[in-house]
């Protein structure tokens, strides 16, 4: 695939205009291009980079649209239906206007002559290097009907497993925005009361109130600041990935962490296995196959990790016997994958320890949720008991001075 990818607009011979990518050395490859596909180029402009947020951000396609669309795909498939009248059908099925135009492109490439592997080329944010090279083998195999199903369960599994994770975390982040909204009303509104109590008694502030005041008066006048730390939090760790230093050294950390860091491993570990499985059915051999599944994987320790797979089963040892000695992956997964290999069941072998793992990794968030919901209600307990408790205190001290 070329370097650079291209947006542009361009106007068919009916008057229809297109919207649509391209990867290609130069705008004048583009165009070069769009006239051969008898297109009058009315814009073009090089396509943002992506900047490490989300995988659909920028083409306004959802994970939900790629599987809605394969699912669609491929029950067309299965029943027969041409490729190019199959698009046509799954155009006028859908509603969103982004996936009808990615659709109808798709449909185009297709009646020009290009496989839909190569169609989908033109859509990188979209589809993975996974699901591009899947739809490549089952058309150069001629069992795309056979692969499809196979990656549509792929595509819902991993959609499952996010929902899942999403859905735990709502409302422990429910839970802890309100409760910190109820500690700065509480600052803000409740503890300045106090200020003029001390000031009409006239007597001294006891140092704890004195802080709970000062931090009242600045988060009356400085608290608007506190805005801008989440998202240069965000941008700061997003902007470790533009370094593979620093990307590396901050998913080490990761990894490392309690708890945490095995739920990231297992969901990896489940990521690996469940690709590698399904492009390993498709026919695709063992080196490629690792290729492809480096280009899927989050974490650049394990990416790095990969690599060494790689180099070794280039060398002739065996994948499990890799996996082994590069490190990095559960000990469970390596040896499985030797007893696989002995049998001649790797795939089935990597199928299973998906699910397995996927199976760890929604105990492992059960618990997490379960450990940070109480977790949450002590540490907001205490932080309004201690502001209750402070005040209190130094309306107790005013008391026994005037006694």
């Known amino acids: 695939m070329a370097s650079i990818q291209y947006s542009y607009s361009a106007c068919d011979p009916l008057g229809n205009v297109q919207n649509g990518q391209l990867s290609a050395d130069s705008e004048q490859e583009v165009l070069a291009i769009l006239q051969a596909k008898n ?11 992506e900047d490490g947020g989300s995988l659909f951000a920028r083409s306004g396609i959802s994970s939900d649209d790629v599987v809605d669309f394969t699912n669609g795909l491929c029950t067309l498939v299965e029943a027969k239906v041409p490729l190019d009248r ?12 982004s996936v009808k135009e990615m659709i109808n492109n798709l449909r185009r490439e297709v009646k020009d002559g290009k496989t839909l592997a190569d169609a989908l080329k033109t859509y990188p944010q979209v589809f993975s290097k996974m699901y591009i090279n899947m739809v490549h083998a089952g058309e150069e195999g001629g069992i795309l009907e056979q692969l ?24 422990p982040m429910i839970l802890a925005v309100v409760g910190i909204l109820s500690v ?17 008694m006239g007597t001294a502030i006891p140092d704890s109130a004195a802080f709970l005041l000062h931090l009242s008066h600045w988060l009356k006048n400085y608290g608007w600041s506190l805005l801008v730390i989440p998202p240069a939090l965000w941008y700061s760790w997003r ?33 690996f296995c469940r690709t590698l499985g399904a492009l390993l059915h498709a026919g695709i051999p063992l080196l490629r196959a690792l290729n492809i ?28 016997q890799a996996l082994h000695n ?36 929604k105990q492992q968030t059960t618990r997490l949720v379960s450990l940070l919901e109480p977790m949450l209600i002590l540490f907001l307990g205490i932080m309004v008991g201690s502001i ?16």
Request: hydrophobic share 45%; aromatic share 6%; charged share 20%.
């Open 326 to 361: 590069a490190g990095g992956f559960p000990l469970l997964l390596s040896q499985l994958v030797i007893v696989g290999e002995e049998s001649g069941r790797t795939n089935s072998i990597l199928e299973k320890l998906a699910e397995s793992f996927d199976v760890h990794v």
């Open 148 to 171: 499809l199903p196979r990656l549509q369960q792929f595509l819902q599994s991993a959609n499952e497993a996010k929902r899942t994770i999403i859905s735990s975390m709502i409302y």
């Open 293 to 320: 599944v480096r280009g899927v994987m989050d974490n650049q320790l394990l990416n790095n990790n990969l690599k060494k797979v790689e180099e070794s089963v280039r060398s002739g040892i065996g994948l499990g």
């Open 86 to 97: 199959a698009l046509s059908l799954l155009e006028n099925l859908t509603e969103k206007q």
């Open 184 to 200: 700065i009303l509480l600052l803000i509104f409740v503890v300045p009361q106090f200020a003029s109590m001390f000031t009409d």
């Open 239 to 271: 902007q470790l990935d533009n370094s593979p230093e620093s990307r590396l050294q901050r998913d080490t950390f990761l990894l490392k962490l309690p708890l945490l860091g095995t739920l990231l491993l297992q969901a990896e570990s489940s990521r």
């Open 388 to 403: 209750v408790i402070i005040m209190l205190s130094a309306i107790f001290s005013i008391n026994d001075v005037q006694y």
């Open 39 to 49: 297109l009058v180029p009315l814009q073009i402009d090089p396509a943002e980079a």
